[in-house]
């Protein structure tokens, strides 16, 4: 099937063009915000309701900076070691998921260390919300018609615009899917369990390594990049650790005890 005929742009106002990626961050950004205070409530984390808008700032702050960074390093550091003021230019495009992860991590255990929280069950709680950005992102991402899968003869195959003649297939709803709505069940529904302190947190990383890893089979490869070591992506080799990471904690948090 052909891509189907979508407008980037919503709406414009004056030079002020307000575009379907862009809403689909404000959208995350707006629901993870509800949802945190909601699951704040439910797991009894001792934060004051006026300090959720702090935390989910500091988050923000970890995905933009860390992404950026993240991309740069895992994805083209040759290039922009030749073009270092390049590296800001952050509305050219490019940023990384792992990197954004890290510079989440990194954010929320600083804001832990300040106001006194426990690092597991904060954790447990925003990682709970990740998957909503995560799977919007993703619809984003098959709006802009980038970021398309390999070659297929499957049926739901789409020609996208700028990826030659051959139908691929829609990864990006395949992550939305998968990294986005599955995910997000399995961790709300361990909070609502009301599973032991970290269990969420490392079943993130765990869930996402594995849905990554398989989605990265049919997702075309970066073009600078290709295949590396194996025949494995970039995307594949970085969620490798994710999954042992994911391994190693809930053994630890479930059987360590």
């Given at each position: 099937?052909?891509?189907p005929?979508?407008?980037?742009i919503i ?17 995350g950004?707006?629901?993870?915000y ?5 699951l ?6 001792p ?15 970890g995905?933009?900076?860390?992404g950026?960074?993240?991309?740069v390093?895992?994805?083209?550091l ?16 490019g940023?990384?998921f792992h990197?954004?992860l ?34 919007l992102?993703?619809?984003g ?12 003869d ?7 615009p ?16 998968l ?35 398989c ?10 990049l290709?295949?590396l070591?194996g025949?494995?992506t ?7 650790p ?7 904690g809930l ?7």
């Amino acid at each position: 099937m052909y891509f189907p005929q979508i407008d980037p742009i919503i709406f414009t106002i004056g030079p002020l063009a307000i575009r379907w990626y862009g809403m689909m961050y404000l959208l995350g950004f707006g629901a993870a915000y509800l949802l945190i205070r909601h699951l704040i409530h439910l797991r009894a984390l001792p934060l004051a309701k006026d300090k959720v808008a702090d935390l989910l700032f500091y988050a923000i702050l970890g995905v933009i900076v860390g992404g950026r960074f993240g991309y740069v390093c895992f994805y083209n550091l040759p290039w922009y070691l030749d073009h270092p003021l390049e590296i800001m230019s952050i509305w050219r495009g490019g940023m990384s998921f792992h990197g954004g992860l890290l510079g989440v991590v990194v954010a929320v255990l600083l804001f832990c260390r300040r106001n006194n929280l426990s690092i597991l069950l904060t954790g447990d709680i925003m990682v709970a919300a990740t998957p909503i950005g995560l799977g919007l992102g993703r619809v984003g991402n098959f709006i802009n018609a980038e970021l398309w899968g390999r070659v297929t003869d499957q049926p739901w195959g789409v020609i996208f615009p700028g990826a030659g003649p051959f139908p691929r297939h829609p990864s990006q709803l395949y992550e939305a899917l998968l990294e986005g709505l599955v995910l997000f069940v399995i961790l709300y529904g361990l909070h609502r369990l009301k599973v032991s302190e970290g269990v969420p947190f490392f079943s993130f990383f765990l869930g996402y390594g594995i849905f990554r890893f398989c989605v990265e089979f049919f997702r075309q490869p970066d073009a600078h990049l290709g295949s590396l070591w194996g025949g494995a992506t970039m995307g594949q080799m970085l969620c490798i650790p994710m999954i042992l990471f994911g391994v190693i904690g809930l053994v630890r948090v479930v059987w360590g005890k």
